[in-house]
């Protein structure tokens, strides 16, 4: 079949008919021809991660992966075709009752997988339903939880069981109700008329200077518009989020593989793409730095500026240091003495969603369309790159298709507003996958020496730590990392005598920033294999020696802080929680070879911003003239839950369904500004601006109503879209006559601010009697929480098998319950997936991963049972008693992990992820009688 001819099949019994041009998937035809977007594209067309699967002829099939010429006169299903009459599939009811999506971004693909093994299968097990979901990559919960979904739609199709659904259940879950039909749009969904599409060309030099770049025969390509460079920016030509060090694009050095530096603007991608390749660029390279720890070292090449502070060092771009007590008198007093080092590998986030923005003209000015979190910042890079004020920019927030942190930092913002501030014409900048993995931040790799003190009867009184973070070529996040490293190095545990240095540190590698857990599971990981291998050296229970050091009323942080009713006391509540379920969980059944591990770690992490920052977020409710009601925030969600957290929130203190009440987040336009999502922080600040202004609202109608018709306060009442007098059920107006009413404000608006908080001082000197410590209070809130693990592992082939993960968190009130489990499980899914298969190497500073398929993710059928336990102790300054715990989840378990390990086979593993070459090595080691780790005081 050739260009000239045209290629006729089905979609959802509808007859099409499309050019068959060369090179044009289905997905695109999908997509781009019949704006079928519920579709998705993540991947670059390996047909490995599932976002795109359709039905061909009765097999799901990754549409990624089929030319047109492929499917004349096939029949084929997308999910736009399932629901018939305005009744969903129940496949589509499932997936909402059951909670499984969050972001929603991968659940088309799922629930199309599902569809055609239900089609095949009409009663299949869940580990058949597992299986069908294999190569449908899910970075949250929605792995975890779609089986059952499937195998309970396979009973209602049945006839076997009934759904509880009907016409209010679809306003109640409007938004979930959006993500299985796959009517919600992300930002590529979107399409503007005479939209451009653009490009980047990046170095391929992990460090160089650039000679030349010549873009001339680039220009002269077919459909290209323009080729944007470093000499276009009318702005600033450095942008970041903490620190702007990171060029818009280079122009006379790069530092990592990756950066940017030009942007091809076309009518096309594919022109576009095209003509990245006629850009020449001349570089001279330049020594690399690969390891920080080198980077640290004297006559290491320099990759920044020296600074004030680092006067000698330009690759230190923070030293973090914590002083508690006498460092030297606590080693004294300690029995046993035990030291470690451990390292913890990049972890890429993997979100599903591509990024991607798209710049408008507008004004003097533009708006940028696309998923974030943090729409502020987007505004002020993009501004500041542009050259014109603040208010001259929206950031008009997407629905995002999945973050963990990794949607802090710019990445096709600045280069999608610049281009259409400059062309004046709509233009779409979206990454590849290969690009995304290729230049978008990851978790900081860190090198961790710990040194440990302990008494006889089990008391932990000195700490020393040295932490080292690569950081990467640019600064990110990468001090509010390092930070959170250190202020956490010691676990929820009280530690008398402390110091702790950590470093985030310059290299060439790929820029760590922002990532779930926020430079916590690091230190986490070394701290609690020591906790592990002090208990067994002093002959006690890992359980009960952690209660005996836990956090608890009164107790100080390794930082000073102290623990009271203010931020929260949770932490021996999580260790019991998950000591009781360990004792009543069925041990697996025994294959040749494998030995049975249970192991226990414990973590905990702030809540909000804390350190002095203030931290703020707006909020903005009003009646509308049809009776509903608009909650506007700054806030967004991405897919955490918070939007329901919201709407729970709103409808308990407004006394109205939700379904009532409509929420609007994330325009920096139209909305009150709220902050970055980040530091679960979004349910705890966010929540309480929306506890006050329902309550502003609720109050000035109860104040009009009462003077119009003298009605006590207390027997006011929503009813059906009525005002209702309670003991009367008097009608005494509807919702739309009131918001309408003369004299009646129809609007409330706060800003709600969070308590203070202090910043750390960084002592140069211990300080013996610590009297400034107790007034420190670093954080108005934290989270704790503990897991537990079940696994074997096989002595011959050193393969670990999980099966059931226990994680007990503490979360103040349960607003959303079913988000809050969800992200447990989502968390200890990937913190599984750090503990033992993900990996995104380097070497020589280039990156070794250019797929999702090769990242050693773990796909649904391998899969633990993860139980969560929701500790509720209300917070008396959190919302209704919440507060966040989005971050912590993951954490405990790549410990949990290690120490069950050597609970099955008596050995350690210090560097993540523990592979099955790792354990024979280590099985090796202790073969050939290699002195562990462990000694006592008098032989340091």
Known sequence: MNSNQFVSFKVNGNEVTLPALPKRTLLHALREELNLTGSKQACDNEGFCGACTVIVDGSARPSCRISLEQIAGCEIETIEGLAHNGELHPLQKTFVLEHVSQCGYATPGQIMSAKALLDRNPNPTREEASEALRYNISRCSAGYRAPEAITKAAAVLRGDITLDWDKSTDAHERNAVSKVTGAIKYTDDL???????????????????????????AQQMPGVIAVITAEDVPGQKLYGLLKPDQPVFCDTLVLTVGDALALVVADSFEHAEAALEKISVTYKPLPVVSDPRQSLLPGSHQLHPATEEFKANGNVNRHVKIRKGDIEEGFKLSDFIIEGDYTTPFQEHAYEELECSIGLPEGEGVVVYCGSQGPVFDRAQIAAAIGIPENLVRVAHMPVGGGFGGKEDVSTQIQAGLAAYLLKRPVKVRFSRAESLSTHHKRHAEFMHYKTGVTKDGRVIALEAHIVGDTGAYASTGEAVLFRSATFAGGPYEIPHVKVDAFAVYTNNITCGAFRGFGSPQPCFAAEIQMEKLAHKIGMDPIEFRLKNALTMGSSTITGSIINEEVGDGIRQCIEAVRDALKKSLSPILKSGEKLGIGIAASYKNVGLGSGIPDNVGAKLSLQENGTFLLRLGATDLGQGSTETFLNIASEILCVPRSNIYLHMGDTRDDPQAGMTTASRITFVAGNAVVIVSKMLLEQIQAYVHNQWQVPLDLIAFHDGYVIRKDTQDTLITLSQLAQAKGFNSV????????????????ASPVPNNTDLASNNLHFAYSFGAQGVVLTVNELTGVIKTHRVIAALDCGRALNRPGAEG???????????????????????RPEVTSLSNLGLLLTPDLPVVEAILIEQPHPTGPLGAKGMGELPLSATGPAV???????????????????????????????????????????
């Not at 399409?191 to 025969?217: C, N, Q, W, Y």
């Not at 409330?748 to 002592?763: C, G, I, L, R």
């Not at 992200?823 to 500073?845: D, P, R, Y």
């Open 898 to 940: 290690a120490n069950a390990l050597y609970d099955a086979i008596g050995v350690w593993v210090h560097d993540l992820p523990i592979t099955p070459e790792k354990v024979l090595a280590a099985l090796h080691a202790k073969k050939m009688g290699t002195p562990e780790n462990l000694s006592n005081r008098k032989g340091i």
């Open 191 to 217: 399409a503007f008329p005479g939209m451009l599409f653009g490009r980047v060309k990046r170095s391929d030099f992990p460090h160089a200077v650039i000679e030349k770049i010549d873009k001339k025969t």
């Open 823 to 845: 992200q447990i499980e989502g968390g200890v899914i990937q913190g599984l997936g750090f503990a033992l298969s993900e990996h995104f190497t380097m070497k020589n500073c």
């Open 748 to 763: 409330a608006q706060t800003v709600y601010e969070a308590p203070k908080t202090q910043p750390m001082p960084e002592w």
